[in-house]
């Protein structure tokens, strides 16, 4: 039977909107153009059009004409869904406001980095600068050259070798810290009334570890002990011995049995060099560590010290000016700002993506009516936009990282908080400005670029696997055999590193040489394991690498002068010329808002356009 047809004027329309069933009368009394099932003068002929083609007849029944309307507004959807924001603004003079939010964020969250990556250094430099004091305050036999990390290090790790170094070792931290105020910096006790604390010794010991090593015998227990003991010190710390205090605790410290000693202790101090025009002065309590490690059990107990900085909570100036707290109202406003930018710009993103899954639901339900085939892969992935989804990634982790910016701004949050806000904050501006990539994929000097990179993806990652397998067997190799020897290769992670600082030719002659004859035959192995393996990658796969890269390249080029592959969703629009500023795109055909008649012709459509097509059918589409 032939589907609705559109009333040709308006008095018919209204009787058809009032008694629907005269509409189907009206179809019956019609003459097939076509043929029917049960016509026998006219052969029923398959009339679904081609992908990238129309229906053509100079008489064109009814359904002909839905069919047409159909086709074009789906071409001319799938149109306007493709196109970037400066052609959505010229057809439908639609703002491009998810363009103007991706602007703003930029600048904001660019600018919340640049003033948490000022603070953070201040913050880091600050600490690792007190840390430095504290070692030469602290820790007995620490010199100026310790203070600069080199490679390799111009010392040798700073270690206690004797029983007596210990107890000298814990002394001397002892003292350093109850002539605390005899430091230049503006350091105080962690109490009250600012007198000196009791500073907590800790001893990790096997619970049991005794060695006879004249007879090859031992008692052993793997099972660590922890005994913590409070050292109370006299006025004059100088006269205090750690060896004294624990033989009248009855504490003995058995070497052979001990894993590690610690020495915890806490200094408070105030930071003027922050304050500032619209900046309070910083207040700062570190944790300070002392720590003694015996684990190798090799007759060198390492000797370091870690200060923990945790900020605290100023009480003012009580002389003559309060707290200027403009600094922190100004970036708790920013703060604010950039989570409320980033989460609007979240949804607008999720949108996006929800409305293209919708869009592309449509797109095959209509080639499964319209043309009776399934929608390909490549025209399915047409609908996914994978910059909306690392729009979204770096959306959240901006939020993340401006909450936990906002509780450090507080001072409700310290230690490793710094750096997983900058963790967060620095991969979200990282991705954000990748973002920019995206628009300028629209002028066609810079799509080369993204284009290339984007055709050489699989290729390169394929190349990679392979070149990674032969990296894996290399880096393996060369941490068994030179790592006791070499001290570039002495943990897997190291030597991972070395062989990629050597396929960009860092330090060549340096790995070569530091490798010490003890062995003539590994000596000869170092060499002969370096060159193959720095020829192979340098010589060859780096230079397939480029290859694959520039065979990309040239595609690109060549797609730029002969045309692009086309998927079946990008072949069914081509055929589609309007201009974006056509106007068609603001017709009512097209848009929302349409009159009735308009209505009505669309639900004609709509509704011949879900019945199945079959051999028999009457009105196909041509």
């Known amino acids: 039977m032939f589907p609705f047809c559109a009333p040709e004027n308006e008095e018919e329309m209204e009787a058809l909107v009032m008694n629907p069933d005269a509409q189907g009368a009206k179809a019956s009394e019609m003459t097939p153009r076509y043929g029917t099932a049960d016509s026998k003068d006219v052969p029923s002929v398959d009339r679904r059009p081609s992908l990238g083609g129309s229906p053509s007849s100079s008489n064109t029944p009814c359904t002909d004409i839905c069919a047409d309307q159909e086709v074009e507004r789906m071409k001319r959807r799938l149109r306007f869904f493709f196109m970037n924001p400066i052609e959505k603004w010229h057809a439908k003079q639609r703002f491009p406001y998810k363009f103007l939010i991706q602007v703003i964020k930029i600048v904001l969250v660019t600018t919340q ?50 029983k007596e170094d210990f107890f000298l070792t814990v002394d001397y931290a002892i003292s350093g810290y109850g002539n605390l105020s005899e430091a230049i910096g503006p350091y105080s006790y962690d109490t009250d009334d600012n007198h000196m604390g009791s500073p907590l010794l800790c001893l990790h010991e096997y619970k049991e570890g005794i060695i006879f090593g004249f007879n090859e015998s031992y008692v052993f227990n793997s099972e660590i002990d922890k005994h913590c003991i409070n050292l109370t010190v006299p006025q004059n710390a100088s006269e205090f011995s750690s060896k004294e205090y624990l033989r009248s605790k009855n504490m003995d410290v058995n070497f052979s049995a001990l894993v590690r000693a610690t020495l915890e202790f806490a200094v408070k101090t105030v930071n003027f060099k922050a304050a500032g025009a619209i900046t309070p002065p910083d207040c700062y309590r570190f944790d300070v560590k002392i720590d003694m490690d015996n684990g190798d059990q090799d007759g060198q107990m390492l000797l370091s010290l870690e200060a923990e ?47 293209a899954q919708q869009l592309k639901n449509e797109t095959i339900r209509f080639f499964q009516t319209v043309y009776g085939t399934v929608l390909s892969r490549e025209g399915r992935l047409e609908f996914l936009n994978l910059w909306y989804i690392m729009i979204i990634t770096n959306d959240v982790l901006i939020i993340f990282g401006s909450a936990i ?131 192979l990658y340098i010589y060859v796969v780096l230079s397939l690498f480029i290859s694959i890269i520039m065979d990309a390249y040239e595609t690109i080029k060549l797609y730029y002068k002969e045309g692009f592959p086309k998927s079946d969703v990008q072949a069914f629009m081509a055929s589609c010329t309007d201009e974006a500023s056509s106007g068609l795109f603001r017709s009512n055909s097209f848009s929302a808002s349409a009159s009735l008649r308009s209505w009505f012709d669309k639900l004609c459509c709509r509704l011949h356009l879900r019945k199945p097509f079959s051999g028999t059918s009457a009105g196909r589409f041509m």
């Open 113 to 162: 980095l640049c003033i948490f990556a000022h603070n953070r250094y201040k913050h880091v430099n600050y600490a690792w600068d007190n840390r430095v004091t504290f070692s030469h305050l602290f820790l007995r036999g620490w010199d100026t050259t310790r203070e600069v990390n080199s490679y390799p290090p111009a010392v040798g790790p700073l270690a206690l070798y004797a």
């Open 309 to 355: 900085p945790m900020r605290l909570v100023c009480q003012g100036d009580v002389e003559y000016v309060t707290d200027n707290r403009l600094d922190y109202i100004l970036g708790s406003i920013l703060n604010c700002f950039v989570i409320l930018v980033c989460g609007l710009s979240l949804l607008l993103c999720g949108r996006a993506i929800y409305r």
């Open 405 to 535: 910016k906002e509780q450090i701004d507080r001072k409700q949050m310290a230690g490793d908080q710094w750096n997983v806000c900058s963790v967060f904050l620095g991969t979200g501006n990282l991705l954000v400005w990748f973002g920019v990539l995206r628009y300028l994929g629209f002028f066609k000097t810079y799509n080369v670029v993204i284009l290339t990179l984007r055709n050489a993806a699989p290729k390169v990652a394929r190349f990679s696997l392979c070149a990674l397998l032969i990296y894996a067997g290399f880096t393996f190799c060369g941490w068994l055999v030179l790592g006791p020897y070499h001290i570039k290769f002495r943990s897997l992670a190291s030597t991972s590193e070395c062989l990629f600082a050597l396929i960009n030719g860092d330090d060549m002659f340096a790995t070569f040489s530091i490798m010490p004859m003890k062995s003539p035959m590994l000596w000869w192995y170092c060499r002969f394991y370096l060159y193959t393996f720095i020829s």
